[in-house]
């Protein structure tokens, strides 16, 4: 049974789960759909809904940004008005030095369109993309 046939859903550890859940909620407004135990610590997970469903698992854990590489990307239609509106919020776009970015944070993206990246307070690092 090919895997293209289930919903795949991104995990991201974070160190300091209250924490992560006010940022992801309060600052990226997404909607938690549950909470979970995560390994021994209880109420320790969040599932997040994106794009209409359950879409990025957030729980407490030791390995907790120990990676640079972007860990998920929100397609988005209105790139300049989503991060007008994230930075409103006090969410901060990552600058990488190789890249030329526009006063917003946003650069243009390898194949065309544009990117911005944000990070979560772990420094998990997350990308918005728009293709114009």
Same mark, same amino acid.
């Given at each position: 049974?090919?895997?293209?046939?289930?919903? #795949?859903? @991104?995990?991201?550890?974070?160190?300091?789960?209250?924490?992560? *859940? *006010?940022?992801?909620?309060?600052? #990226?407004?997404?909607? @938690? #759909?549950?909470?979970?135990?995560?390994?021994?610590?209880?109420?320790?997970?969040?599932?997040?809904?994106?794009?209409?469903?359950? @879409?990025?698992?957030?729980?407490?854990?030791?390995? *907790?940004?120990?990676?640079?590489?972007?860990?998920?990307? !929100?397609?988005?239609?209105?790139?300049?008005?989503?991060?007008?509106?994230?930075?409103?919020?006090?969410?901060?776009?990552?600058?990488?030095?190789?890249?030329?970015?526009?006063?917003?944070?946003?650069?243009?993206?390898?194949?065309?369109?544009?990117? @911005? !990246?944000?990070?979560?307070?772990?420094?998990?690092?997350?990308? #918005?993309?728009?293709?114009?």
């Amino acid at each position: 049974m090919p895997l293209d046939e289930f919903h #795949l859903r @991104a995990s991201v550890a974070v160190s300091d789960i209250r924490m992560a *859940a *006010a940022f992801y909620e309060g600052k #990226l407004g997404l909607r @938690a #759909l549950r909470s979970a135990p995560s390994a021994s610590i209880a109420d320790g997970s969040r599932i997040y809904a994106s794009g209409g469903g359950p @879409a990025l698992n957030v729980y407490q854990s030791v390995t *907790a940004g120990k990676t640079d590489a972007t860990l998920a990307t !929100w397609y988005v239609d209105d790139l300049d008005g989503i991060v007008d509106e994230l930075t409103s919020a006090g969410v901060e776009f990552v600058r990488y030095e190789q890249f030329e970015h526009d006063a917003k944070g946003i650069t243009a993206r390898a194949g065309g369109g544009r990117i @911005a !990246w944000l990070q979560d307070p772990d420094g998990n690092t997350f990308a #918005l993309e728009a293709d114009v």
